[in-house]
């Protein structure tokens, strides 16, 4: 059974449970041990997403542990979007790495959101000419950018309309889609191009004024 026929199935049966507490309950149950059988049967996939974030956290001499930890425990347990592969690509680690920004590049928050669109555009181009691209990698871009872009505009601190609209453009698609699959009891597809866009643009507007005005204001 393929990750989205199982994501489907866990979902179908919170459905029916109709979203009652021990539905919910046995949803996670569930979902928890289907994630840690995926990540046995890959070993190798673990083991590089363990590395990973070991080599982030010694980077950024123990900062950022609560996120290091969430984004390790996030990526392992979805190795099962890695559908027929055993290993990460290398745009999978680059879509990791730009996950890892919030704590290896708080000291050149000035460049950070160029950098962001930088690996953003090349673990796209990567996957594409590989030809690796696979859920995971999809479901890591994504939250990836939700995740770097909210963190910047709260630091950053830019006028309430701009941080508003930044994490509505953001926002929006993640809770459109979870509501819809929760509804439906299947996964929803995701956002077309064209819903994203506002995002996009929100993050070029970000990066350009975070690049002009220097470090962020500590208030």
Not at 113 to 125: E, N, W
Request: charged share 20%; proline share 5%; net charge positive.
């Amino acid at each position: 059974m393929g990750s989205r026929e199982a994501t489907d199935a866990l979902l179908a049966a919170l459905r029916e449970d109709g979203w009652r507490p021990a539905g919910w309950a046995r949803f996670l149950g569930r979902a928890a041990r289907r994630s840690a059988v995926q990540a046995a049967r890959r070993p190798r996939a673990l083991a590089e997403v363990t590395a990973l974030h070991g080599a982030v956290l010694l980077l950024s001499r123990g900062r950022g542990r609560r996120w290091i930890t969430v984004s390790w425990a996030l990526a392992a347990a979805h190795l099962g979007m890695l559908e027929q592969r055993s290993r990460l690509s290398a745009a999978d680690l680059l879509t990791l790495c730009r996950a890892s920004l919030p704590v290896l590049g708080t000291r050149h928050v000035r460049w950070i959101g160029i950098a962001a669109i930088a690996t953003d555009l090349a673990d796209g181009r990567l996957a594409r000419r590989r030809r690796t691209v696979c859920p995971f990698g999809t479901y890591a871009d994504h939250l990836a950018d939700a995740a770097f872009w909210t963190w910047l505009v709260m630091r950053h601190k830019p006028s309430r309309h701009l941080r508003t609209a930044a994490l509505a453009a953001w926002a929006a698609p993640v809770v459109t889609v979870t509501a819809c699959s929760l509804a439906r009891g299947r996964m929803a597809q995701a956002p077309r191009p064209a819903v994203l866009r506002p995002a996009a643009a929100m993050q070029a507007l970000i990066a350009l004024r975070r690049l002009r005005n220097g470090p962020p204001h500590r208030g």
